[in-house]
């Protein structure tokens, strides 16, 4: 479907649940998500008709996220049902701590590629940042066992936060000399639930970029992209097997190609991380036909703003920018 601006919308991520194993400083507070009564989440079964709905639309791209998506029970079954549908592209984004016992499963399941989240490659620092785990290694072991599975591409998603783990960029970028995998420095949002971070926390991509120049001299920048429906913009380090990547959300609009929408695991879709405005589709999936499922997603698509509007008064995001960050 062509949202109002032009823009191919073929790609949808899809959170399973709002429980996580982990407790990222810069996204879920200490306690945990207040979790709702049963029947405020979607099901499964209710999961499939959306995304039979997006396929209509001709949505045929699904990310799998959460919370933390291998917490959920059922979840290889679930995700065994999405290709023989029509979807043609499956990727997961994981915290990583149980996907190697998971992995084979997953990637029986259909999961083509593979997102994982490591901040840090210090136990101690893993613990400050995660604040429930104190070991790296699993996910590094689970970084390994996705390339062992084939799984390509298998990116690592480093949150960078300016005095807790931006002094560990180049030693990241190591890790793509030797192994086949994309590392993305993602500029922290202000839209955290957890830990509040202010506009000092904010470590622009251009910066990132420089320190990574200076410490490797020159990258080479990789034109075609990563496969993928992300983003980031990507550099090869000297002789590297994979590739460093950079997510600017704050500081460099890239909302003119985002081919996106979300839905969250209370069945709301929102079209842009950006807004708070989301459309909730529960009473149409349990009361209506899936037609009317499928318009619904239409007039949700169709609500997509043009960028992140950092002059929307409603939005909490754009009141966030506007006080600080990305101004
Ligand atoms: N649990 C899974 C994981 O760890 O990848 C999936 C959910 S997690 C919310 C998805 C991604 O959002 C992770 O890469 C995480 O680092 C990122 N994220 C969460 N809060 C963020 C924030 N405030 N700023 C930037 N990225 C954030």
Redesign the pocket.
Known sequence: MIDQWGRKINYMRV?VTDR?N?R?V??MPLQGVELRPRDQYVSYEELLKVIEAGLTLGIDRIRI?????LVRKGLVEFLAKLKPMGVTDLSL????LLFPAMAKDLKAAGVDRL???L?TLRPDRFHQLTRLASDPGPVLEAVDAALALGMEPVKL?M?VIRGWNDDEVADMARLSIDKPIHVRY???????EGYE?TMDNLVPAAEMRDRLFEEFGDLEPVREGVKGNGPAKYWRLPGAKGTVGFIS?VTECFCGDCNRIRLSSDGKINPCLGHVHAVDLKPVIRNGSQEELVAAMADAILKKPREHNFDDQDSDFSLRVMNGIGG
């Open positions: 959170s996580c982990l990222c810069y996204c996220t959460g919370g933390e998506p984004s994981t915290n990583g997102n994982i989240s901040d998603n949150v993602i500029e922290v949002m202000p839209f955290s971070f959300a």
